[in-house]
């Protein structure tokens, strides 16, 4: 320990932000999996070693060598965000791992969604929105136009009317606000939807496939709702099974948490009163 000096200290203070940061960003977008698969080849090239696989081990060693070339292309527009940031002074926003607060109430924007989807359903007005939850879509937002407002039921109309520009896409709601229209959704690989099934289905499930994102959709062709969730899709929801089913997905964690922290404030509360009785004696 007396070896240990303060620019020792700072070293790995700057390191282990960095590593941090590193690992945020993948937690929170779709790098996590390949950081997963990165981490299953180092174990696999260890155990190479350890068994003395000579033969394994190499080729497990010349694809690690590689695949820093591969990684460096895979996560080119991270990078190129993180060095753009640093670039033009936002230093702070690089290593900044709180997300805004929101600035819209959850519920406001689940009681519009559902009424603009039960209009829409009666009209067989075709919508197709996803509510962003822990995975961000910043990626998805950048294909279509980037907004900022609240979420109602008279916007999401307009937005949806089958004459207006950004009709065909997709709207993102982050933290109960609407932050991108019309954009474009990735679709599903599952070779055994139904046939039935068009377009904007299979991009709302390819989404769900694709992040922790919950996906609702109006047919355009019936004007029935459904909602896909982890690459599940639920069809033909009612107008009240549908705000059930987004109050129970989008705003279970808030309550599980009150619930977790409730005992915890509760025993907090006894002891201070005891504290507060005990010094008034």
């Given at each position: 320990?007396?070896?240990?000096?303060?620019?020792?200290?700072?070293?790995?203070?700057?390191?282990?932000?960095?590593?941090?940061?590193?690992?945020?960003?993948?937690?929170?977008?779709?790098?996590?999996?390949?950081?997963?698969?990165?981490?299953?080849?180092?174990?696999?090239?260890?155990l190479?070693?350890?068994?003395?696989?000579?033969?394994?081990?190499?080729?497990?060693?010349?694809?690690?060598?590689?695949?820093?070339?591969?990684?460096?292309?895979?996560?080119?527009?991270?990078l190129?965000?993180?060095?753009?940031?640093?670039?033009?002074?936002?230093?702070?926003?690089?290593?900044?791992?709180?997300?805004?607060?929101?600035?819209?109430?959850?519920?406001?924007?689940?009681?519009?969604?559902?009424?603009?989807?039960?209009?829409?359903?009666?009209?067989?007005?075709?919508?197709?929105?996803?509510?962003?939850?822990?995975?961000?879509?910043?990626?998805?937002?950048?294909?279509?136009?980037a907004?900022?407002?609240?979420v109602?039921s008279?916007?999401?109309?307009?937005?949806?009317?089958?004459?207006?520009?950004?009709?065909?896409g997709?709207?993102?709601?982050?933290?109960g606000?609407?932050?991108?229209?019309?954009?474009?959704?990735?679709?599903?690989?599952?070779?055994?939807?139904?046939?039935?099934?068009?377009?904007?289905?299979?991009?709302?499930i390819?989404?769900?496939?694709?992040?922790?994102?919950?996906?609702?959709?109006?047919?355009?062709?019936?004007?029935?709702i459904?909602?896909a969730?982890?690459?599940?899709?639920?069809?033909?929801?009612?107008?009240?099974?549908?705000?059930?089913?987004?109050?129970?997905?989008?705003m279970?964690?808030?309550?599980?948490?009150?619930?977790?922290?409730?005992?915890?404030?509760?025993?907090?509360?006894?002891?201070?009163?005891?504290?507060?009785?005990?010094?008034?004696?």
């Open positions: 320990m007396s070896t240990i000096k303060v620019k020792d200290l700072v070293d790995v203070a700057i390191l282990s932000l960095v590593i941090y940061k590193a690992l945020w960003l993948m937690r929170k977008t779709s790098s996590g999996r390949v950081l997963r698969g990165i981490m299953v080849l180092i174990l696999a090239l260890c190479a070693y350890g068994f003395r696989l000579t033969a394994t081990g190499y080729l497990l060693n010349k694809v690690v060598e590689w695949g820093i070339l591969m990684l460096v292309i895979l996560f080119q527009p991270e190129r965000q993180a060095l753009e940031r640093m670039g033009s002074g936002k230093l702070a926003d690089v290593f900044s791992t709180s997300r805004p607060l929101p600035l819209h109430d959850m519920d406001t924007a689940i009681t519009q969604t559902v009424d603009a989807y039960t209009s829409m359903s009666k009209d067989k007005v075709g919508a197709l929105m996803v509510f962003e939850r822990k995975n961000l879509l910043d990626d998805v937002i950048k294909t279509g136009t907004l900022d407002c609240s109602s008279e916007l999401l109309k307009n937005l949806f009317w089958n004459k207006a520009p950004l009709h065909d997709a709207v993102i709601v982050r933290d606000r609407i932050v991108g229209a019309g954009c474009m959704l990735p679709l599903s690989g599952n070779t055994n939807l139904s046939r039935d099934l068009g377009m904007r289905h299979r991009a709302g390819g989404m769900s496939e694709h992040s922790d994102a919950v996906v609702v959709i109006v047919s355009e062709e019936t004007g029935s459904s909602a969730v982890g690459g599940m899709l639920k069809r033909h929801l009612a107008p009240e099974t549908l705000e059930r089913l987004l109050r129970n997905e989008l279970a964690d808030e309550g599980d948490g009150e619930e977790k922290n409730r005992p915890a404030m509760q025993a907090l509360n006894n002891l201070l009163a005891r504290w507060k009785k005990e010094g008034d004696k």
